[in-house]
């Protein structure tokens, strides 16, 4: 689970996880949390096979608003 915190969250975003540009395989998000105007939390599901390195947490709002990316990095 993520905690994020930023400024303009609302009820309405979704969450994605990108490996580059493209939706991340392996990797995505399960449940989306809007705690308030400046804190999601996000619940992310990784398989076991997924290669490790660096993804990308992105929001989408309506009209195909799409945030900065936060990125994230897969450990052993």
Known sequence: ???????????D???SILE???????????R????????MRVTILSEPELPLGFYTLVFH??????TQ???IEVLL
Request: glycine share 22%; net charge positive; hydrophobic share 45%.
């Open 20 to 30: 580059g540009r493209r939706p991340a395989a392996g990797i995505k998000v399960v």
């Open 61 to 66: 709002g309506p009209g195909g608003l799409v």
């Open 13 to 15: 975003l979704t969450a």
């Open 1 to 11: 689970m993520l905690e994020v915190r930023g400024s303009g969250l609302t009820r």
């Open 32 to 39: 989306l949390e809007f705690v308030g105007p400046d804190l």
């Open 69 to 71: 990316g936060l990125q």
